[in-house]
Every structure is written in C-alpha cells, then in structure tokens.
C-alpha cells in the first residue's frame, strides 16, 4: 500500500538528540576528549571574560563550532552557522538543544581576537597532548622535523614596492599605479603586500612559482605520528631549520634521554647537524648528496635506527596532507601571522584528536 505524502508535522518530539546520534558515530570519542580539554581549560577562560555584563556565547561552543569547521572541511562561518541551524549531529556536537537560536558568524570575528590574545589554541594543543600522554601513545626518544608552504590570503598584485621616503608604506590596495612589473626584479627587501603585509613572496625550490605565503613547521613523534609542537613563521630561506633546532631543543628540555631527529634533504647541513649533536641529539636526516657532501657520514647510517628513522618520517607528509585537504589550510583564510599562526595549531590540534581516536579504536 503507497503511503500518504500528507503534510503532518509534529508539533513535539519524543526523541532527545542523545538518542539519534549512533553509539558508534566517530564523532563520539572525540567529543568525550574535547570536553576534558575544554574542562581543563575552564579556568582560563574565566580570566578571559569580564565578571559583569551580559553573558557571551560560552568559548566552549565556539571551538566546538571551529572543530566541526575544520573537520568537515566548511570553508566558511557563515556557511558553518548555516549547518548548524538545521545539523542535528552539529548542534549535539557543539551543545546545543533543537529550540536554540544559533548565533551571528561574526561572534567569531569577535571573539577571535580575545581567543587570540589568551592564546587558547595553544592551550588547547597542549592539553590535546597531555591527554595522549596520559594514555600512553606518544614516544619520548624519537621525533622528525619538517616544514610546509601555507599560501597567505593575498595575491601577487598586492606585492607593491615600498617607499621609505614617506610613511604611507606601499601603494593603497586597489589603486593602480599603471606600472608593468613584468620583468622587474621583486624582493621581500624591496617591496610589500598591501594585503597581508606579514606574508613575504617564497619559493619552495627551482622552477617553482612563487608565492606570497608563510612556513608552518611540525615536530611529530615516530611511534604514533602524533604532532608534539609546531610553529607558524615567517617564509625565509633559513626559517625552517631555525623552527626545527627551536622545536627540539624544547623537545630535549622536556625529556632527558638521548634524542633521535629525523628529516629531509632540505635539513642536511653542517650548521643544524652540528647544532643538534652539540645538543646531545643524534641528527637522522636524509642524506643530501647531490654535487655536494653530505653532514651526516656512515657513523650514523649504519645503524638501524638511521633506516626506521627514513621510513618513520615519511608519517609527517600525513600530517600535512590532511591539515590542506580536509582542514582547508592549503590557502589560508586570515591575515596576518599571529591570526594565521592560531588557526595553523587549532588544526593541529584536531589532527591529534582524530590520530588518537584510531589509535584507540585500533587497540580495541
């Protein structure tokens, strides 16, 4: 018998949105591990708000919101807002009930600056790691190094020469100034973007285009491939092993044991092979021999550990891949390197939760 396509919506549910999520949704443990991060950071949130007035959308549910942008790969918040107005499965995750009025997109342009200052999403990491700690799936000997391109949100118009003879900086965005630049010779020395004055125009090697961007750099642990830090820097030529020897010596304060490093061509060099070995660390990094000498010579290829370092490191492309596909960070979406520096660890950070859930899905 065909059934009635009569419209009869019910006014009332019986049914909780605890109910129609699935047990089994994945989405699940990660909402557990977020809200004992977010309960550890409760006291830092309180010194973030003021004690009188009206209260705020709880910071809570903003980064809740920010998981779900990063990882759904929604490529705006208003698009985001969108979702969760008519998403069960959002509005369950962020803690939000069926009659709740969502809120303005540009509560998050508001907020984003006190979030910013009280560098929450560095706590947020933090406690991400703890918490991986606490169950026992990071490793404190050995880590690898690396570093990727972040495409800045600016253009290479924006890229105007600047004028140190007034105080206006580069030429108004926007405005042009009927010059050809075809065939001009642009340097970060000499010229700006008027778009994001902090991005500076890189290339990642010969024959590649360049592009205004910044260097987003990574510390992972081999065992699990789990980010244990990271930095968000400006794009130089030495900027990714000067990252990477700040990272470890961090690294090596925190453990007390013998280090290995693992890492690419790009990090074979005297100076950060010999800056690592003056720091008690055994350098890994691939060996570079291409009309050159390599830094690293057969008391350290040898062994063992030099081949599982060179298979191991190979996890960090992961990191990257799924940190510009799903969390959209190929080009980002803010200017500026402390805004674009706070979303690049936020991301992170996500990467971390989801690489733990697997792992304890996996021992199960």
Sequence with gaps: MRGDDSDDTQMWSYVSQEQRIPADHPLRPIRRMVDEVLDRLSPRFDKLYSKVGRPSIPPE?????????????????RMLMEQLDYNMLFRWFVGLNMDDPIWDPTVFTKNRQRLLEGKIAQAFFKEVLALAGEKGLTSDEHFTVDGTLIEAWAGNKSYRRRHPES????????????????????TNAT????????????????????????????????RNGLVVD???????????????EEMVRAAKRRHRGRLTVGGDKGFDTHAFVAALRAMGLTPHVAQNESHRRSAIDGRTTRHKGYELSQWKRKLIEQVFGWMKTVAALRKTR????????????????????????????ART
């Design 230 to 244: 990271a930095r968000l820097t400006q794009a130089t030529g030495t900027a990714e092993r000067d990252a990477a």
């Design 334 to 361: 803010h200017r500026g390197a402390p805004r674009v520096g706070w979303m690049f660890i936020f991301c992170l950070a996500a990467f971390d939760l989801l690489r733990i859930r697997n792992l304890e899905a």
């Design 61 to 77: 549910r903003l980064l809740r919101a920010l998981l779900l942008q990063v990882l759904y790969t929604i490529r705006s918040e």
């Design 191 to 222: 010229h700006q973007s008027t778009t994001d004055p902090q991005a500076k125009l890189y290339r990642k090697g010969p024959g590649k285009e360049a592009k205004l961007c910044y260097l987003g750099h990574v510390l992972m642990e081999n």
């Design 167 to 186: 105080d206006k900086g580069p030429d108004e965005p926007g405005v042009g100034s009927g010059e050809d630049f075809h065939g001009e010779k642009r």
